[in-house]
């Protein structure tokens, strides 16, 4: 698994072309663990959140898998919902 900001580069294989991603985060989801990459673009507000589902491959290695788009809108909302208690939180400690 990618360290915290680190950047790793996929080649997709239906076109061959490299996509870059930064890990930004991860979490866990009913049992499974989700890592939060933004997509490295020269214009920042180009960046899009990418969530991948670290799998196991038939070796024990840790891979990261796509997502399919009904599983995706799941993560992407658990993801918001966590995001959203972390900053209740956040409030919530600098009221105290």
């Known amino acids: 698994m990618a360290d915290e900001n680190d950047i790793i580069t996929l080649v997709d294989e239906e076109t061959g072309e ?3 991603l930064e ?3 991860a979490f866990e989801h009913q049992g499974s663990v989700y890592n939060v990459f933004l997509t490295v673009e020269e214009n920042e507000d180009d960046a899009e ?3 991948m589902k670290e799998v196991l491959d038939e070796n024990g290695e840790t891979m990261m898998e796509s997502l399919e788009e009904e599983e995706e809108d799941e993560i992407f909302n658990a993801y918001l919902d966590l995001v959203e208690e972390s900053l209740e939180e956040e409030d919530d ?3 105290e």
């Open 18 to 20: 490299e996509i870059s």
């Open 93 to 95: 400690e600098s009221e």
């Open 23 to 25: 890990h930004v985060d």
């Open 49 to 51: 959140l990418v969530f």
